[in-house]
């Protein structure tokens, strides 16, 4: 039905559009007749916009919203705010709105007015299901607080008009959100002198009995202490209308009055706010401002305001937010409070304010009477219409000029764009980059210069067909991984950055390309694809040239450390070899005696132990390779750092650990950090030659996102492990400090040291996205930071237990050492298996050629004379391919052992070993050769 009364009333104005143009055509005045069109014509155009159904009428719903407001009807605040909240909930389909107040400003200090209040909401409202409570300044906030979880629990609830808001007032409520409202009183100051600069005394009429008095109060003494010194503040409490003119008769020329609180009757409540307004108005000699939107007009003359009608169409604006399904809780509390600058043109006349002083953008209320003013949209809209239809005739005027133009134009354009594709095919050809276009087929359609010459196969060669993935990519398995990233981007419309790949040249030379790809569409449709390749050949040798120069770093740096090892490693591995010698001769001495014989073997494994271990850090401390990346101890790096260099560093310099972290894993390169710390503590070292402390010291710590942009190390915000090295030593100036990690730079003298150490060091701690920065004195010692992220994953330990397997077999043992032949054969026999042995490799192939389908096992030391260990395995695999082989050594690279594992060996034994876990390799490698 609505829809049919809409279409009506367009069609009535279409009507009154063709009567009015009938006038036109039937003659008369020109002026007349051109004013017409374009009127009739503006309400042509409003008419027809009514023609749109409102359809929303279709989905109709029914909310129950209670608003609750500190002051009574009539009171000028109190229903303002109501107004504006229910006019801007005017679209809200069957809204039932109830509205209750609590008359504060009459009965502000009768607090049994609450409790009969809320008897009333509770009599009035059991039955009623309400969706959401809204309510309008301090006092009705504080009393729903006092008595929401017993009247309405869980029911939405915003609130406007609120003083001074903070989220204290509301701990503990949920579901509740709303508009804070704070006076300006500075902006209002200051808008005040500008007008009059003269001014010396700002007045303020406020009482010390509400808390809105008190709050005003609060922002008025604060004002002070923003002009002290400038301005003289004095506040005017508690004023009645009968001491109105009296009081405010007094007050001196040079002032400004503000309206804070109204009026008080004296025997206690407030006078309404209009009639305060304009008795405070009437009465003083000197322009009255205010914070506050509804004084204007009232015989206020300024100020920047609030108005009751904004903070009442704000939380109509969240109140329905709320009703559409948004929880009040999610929606932000409004804390700014917008002010507007306003004027009163009556009080304008007044005190002799004229437009001009008036700041832009600034309403002005009470205005003279202009029919400009009143009917602006109506002239600007018929304005808007002449121009149109000027414009409309000018430019078919100018069609017709352009026409022709366009004609002249077409074939200088023709002209451009031969001179475009010209210039295309020339900038494709210059171009540095292998670019190469192809069809949804993978045929090429476009090869450059750049393409021809890195490639080596010219346009002609490869143009029309899709031979040349073949050329560049001979293998078919390397040329089909290429494929399935081309049909990515053909299919998908896939872009493709930096894709790397090795191709063959017409030369046969092979190149390293790096490829950016994007499709090609015509219509929303993939007819190809686009490809520029750059040859990264030399720059791929250079990183590799980088790497190994950083590899040749690093091991210089160990080799130069391991040399201050050895004389430390010596003299314990003598001691060690002392303690064995001096027990193994008691061992014959006390032979009769069982209980002592035990106690000194027992000392003899110790030591043996002892040494084992010695040789094994040194070996780890010394390993050449590629770096590498596991999840590791800090501490435990640490610590191992620290027992080596007890062993090198001078003995008066004493070396600790403190451990004060309780996050200690990394993800680095063990060997790589061990050899970092190992630097740092031997140049430390050298700053103490008469003795002193060197200590490790290990924290966590946060670095945040501050610091971390303020370094100049690559570094991500987070928890981080601190290790601090420090020394008592000679310590170092600013200047030495800030050259210190720089390569080859040391203050030692010429001879004694590479300049090598800390720049390695700093190298290290970059890997592993760190940092590491340095404090010194001289005379005061060095601290060494070094920071390093934190790792969150566990290691997995898994533990084992010592004991021996027994087993049963022929194993054929091939070792150059004779007492390594008589012991492991004795512990071998020991297990339960039967052996061979030989002293040389060639005895052993020998052996084993004749004892083929005897032996089970092999066991072969990896370093021999004459024939070493990897040249038997080879020989004995060609022999046999299936023998079960265990490889032994005290030292062997690692990358050899990585290639006969996969060459076929079933495990490495690394001397010395005990004997149980002797037995259990030897159980697995059978195991496995089963």
């Known amino acids: 039905m609505e829809f049919y009364i809409y279409l009506l009333s367009g069609c009535l104005g279409i009507n009154s559009f063709i009567s009015g143009f009938q006038v036109y055509l039937s003659g008369g005045d020109m002026m007349y007749k051109s004013v017409l069109v374009q009127i009739y014509l503006f309400i042509f155009l409003l008419s027809g916009l009514s023609v749109i159904p409102d359809l929303s009428f279709s989905n109709k719903l029914r909310y129950n919203i209670l608003i609750i407001t500190s002051y009574h009807h009539g009171d000028f605040t109190n229903d303002s705010v109501v107004k504006s909240i229910i006019e801007t909930m005017e679209d809200l389909p069957e809204a039932n709105i109830f509205i209750e107040h609590l008359d504060k400003r009459r009965f502000f200090d009768n607090d049994e007015l609450n409790d009969i209040f809320e008897q009333y909401l509770k009599i009035k409202y059991h039955a009623k299901t309400l969706n959401l409570i809204i309510v309008s300044d301090d006092d009705a906030l504080d009393f729903l607080l006092g008595v929401r979880d017993g009247l ?13 808001f903070t989220p204290d007032r509301i701990r503990g409520a949920v579901n509740i959100t709303g508009v ?101 108005s009437e009465n003083s000699p000197v322009p009255v401002l205010t914070p506050w939107g509804f004084d204007i007009g009232q015989g206020a003359l300024c100020g920047a305001v609030i108005t009751a009608r904004e903070q009442g169409k704000k939380a109509g604006e969240i109140a329905k937010s709320v009703l559409n399904g948004t929880p009040a809780d999610k929606i932000k509390i409004v804390m700014e409070t917008p002010t507007l600058t306003m004027f009163d043109y009556i009080q304008m006349n007044r005190f002799l304010v004229t437009r001009s002083m008036v700041p832009n953008a600034s309403v002005i ?77 993978g045929n090429v359609i476009l090869w450059n210069n750049a393409a021809e010459a890195i490639s080596g196969y010219s346009s002609e060669e490869v143009s029309g067909h899709d031979s040349i993935w073949k050329w560049l990519y001979p293998d078919r398995d390397y040329r089909e991984n290429i494929n399935k990233k081309v049909m990515e981007i053909l299919n998908n419309g896939n872009r493709v950055e930096n894709f790397e790949t090795l191709i063959r040249t ?104 002892r040494a084992s271990s010695l040789t094994r850090q040194l070996l ?49 390169d063990n060997v790589l950090l061990q050899n970092c710390f190992m630097n740092m503590g031997i140049n430390s070292s050298h700053a103490m030659p008469e003795g002193g402390s060197l200590k490790f010291v290990i924290e966590n710590v946060i670095l945040d996102e501050n610091y971390c942009l303020a370094s100049p190390f690559d570094i991500e915000s987070g928890r981080y492990i601190e290790i601090s090295v420090i020394d008592t030593g000679i310590g170092m100036t600013r200047e030495v400090c800030k050259r210190i990690f720089e390569p080859f730079f040391t203050t030692r003298e010429k001879g004694e040291g590479t300049g090598l150490g800390l720049a390695s060091a700093y190298g290290t701690i970059l890997e592993h996205k760190g940092a590491i920065t340095v404090y010194s004195e001289p005379g005061e010692g060095t601290v060494f930071h070094i920071y390093l992220p934190v790792s969150y994953k566990e290691d997995v330990k898994t533990e084992t237990e010592a004991k021996i397997k027994p087993g049963s077999g022929t194993i054929l043992l091939i070792d150059d050492e004779d007492i390594i032949r008589t012991v492991v054969k004795l512990q071998l026999e020991e297990i339960g298996y039967k052996v061979l042995t030989a002293e040389n490799g060639r005895i052993g192939i020998d052996l084993f050629g004749k004892n083929r389908h005897k032996i089970d096992l092999i066991i072969l030391d990896m370093i021999m004379p004459a024939m070493g260990g990897r040249e038997v395995f080879a020989e004995i695999r060609r022999i046999d391919e299936k023998i079960p082989i265990i490889i032994s050594s005290g030292f062997t690279k690692e990358k050899h052992i990585e290639e006969m594992k996969k060459a076929g060996i079933n495990c490495f034994l690394k001397k010395p070993f005990p004997i149980h876990e002797l037995a259990e390799e030897i159980e697995k490698a059978l195991h496995q050769g089963a």
């Not at 602006?376 to 069609?399: D, R, Y």
């Not at 314990?572 to 014959?588: H, Q, R």
């Open 180 to 280: 804070n409202e704070q006076v300006n009183i500075v902006k209002t100051v200051e808008l005040g002198l500008n007008l009059f600069p003269a001014t010396e005394n700002i007045f303020a009429v406020v009482d010390d009995k509400s808390k809105l008095g008190l709050t005003n109060g609060r922002h008025f003494d604060s004002a002070a202490k923003y002009f002290e010194g400038r301005l003289k503040f004095k506040k005017i409490l508690n004023l009645t209308k009968e001491d109105a003119p009296e009081v405010l008769g007094r007050i001196p020329s040079r002032s400004l009055l503000i309206r804070l609180n109204n009026l008080m009757i004296p025997d206690g409540g407030f006078i309404p706010i209009n009639e305060s307004i304009n008795i405070i």
């Open 365 to 441: 209320i009470n205005k003279p009477f202009s029919v400009y003013e009143e009917n602006k949209t109506l002239l600007l809209a018929a304005l808007a219409v002449f121009f149109v239809l000027f414009f409309l005739v000018l430019v078919l005027s100018i069609a017709v000029m352009r026409k022709k133009e366009a004609e002249k134009s077409l074939e200088k354009e023709k002209n451009k764009l031969a001179s475009l594709l010209k210039f295309r095919d020339e900038m494709l050809n210059t171009a540095a980059v292998w670019i190469n276009t192809l069809d949804n087929r």
């Open 506 to 609: 017409k030369s046969g030379e092979i190149k390293n390309i790096s490829w950016f790809s994007n499709a090609i569409m015509q219509d929303d449709k993939i007819v190809g694809s686009i490809a520029l390749g750059a040859d990264i050949t030399e720059m791929k040798k250079a990183e590799e040239e980088k790497k190994k120069l950083s590899e040749l770093l690093h091991q210089s740096q160990k080799m130069e450390a391991i040399g201050q090892l050895a004389g430390g490693v010596a003299h314990d591995f003598n001691n060690m070899l002392a303690s064995i010698m001096g027990t193994a001769e008691l061992i014959k001495i006390k032979k009769d005696n069982p209980y002592e014989v035990e106690k000194y073997l027992e000392l003899i494994i110790k030591a043996a132990g």
């Open 620 to 668: 780890t401390f010394s390993r050449k390779g590629e770096k590498t990346s596991t999840n590791i101890n800090i501490c435990e790096v640490v610590e191992e750092t620290v027992s080596l260099l007890k062993k090198t560093i001078n003995k008066s310099i004493t070396v600790s650990v403190e451990n004060n972290a309780s996050h200690l894993n990394i993800i680095g």
């Open 152 to 164: 309405f629990p869980e029911i939405p609830v915003v609130f406007c008009g609120i003083n001074n």
